[in-house]
């Protein structure tokens, strides 16, 4: 059974710094997974923040564009999503997603990890 784990969210105030963490498990070989990070604000959709697949392009929200970076260590078996320059309105909870081939967006999803950006 696969299981995502999301960890690093929390407050933060505007301008500050996350990382967040997402440790698989029972995937069997990590690298065969696409991988990303989704986010759910209040009173909106679902929406993709960034996307890695291994030996692959990633791929980016224009709104997180040169803030946000996704990264995974394959050995680790573990995703990252290092989130600079946050603003107010990336406040929401972040869900990790894998998927055992080339598409994002199904297979497997973490608990969620709440961000809140605030003053």
């Known amino acids: 059974q696969v299981q995502l784990v999301e960890s690093g969210g929390g407050l933060v105030q505007p301008g500050g710094s996350l990382r967040l963490s997402c440790a698989a498990s029972?995937?069997?070989?990590?690298?065969?997974?696409?991988t990303g990070w989704y986010r759910r604000a209040p009173g909106k959709q679902r929406e993709l923040v960034a996307s890695i697949i291994s030996g692959g392009p990633t791929n980016y929200a224009d709104s997180v564009k040169g803030r946000f970076t996704i990264s995974r260590d394959n050995a680790k078996n573990t995703v990252y999503l290092q989130m600079n320059s946050l603003k107010p309105e990336d406040t929401a909870v972040y869900y990790c997603n894998a998927n055992r081939g080339p598409i994002i967006g199904v297979g497997y999803w973490g608990q969620g990890t709440q961000v809140t950006v605030s003053s």
């Open positions: 029972g995937t069997g070989f990590f690298s065969l997974y696409a």
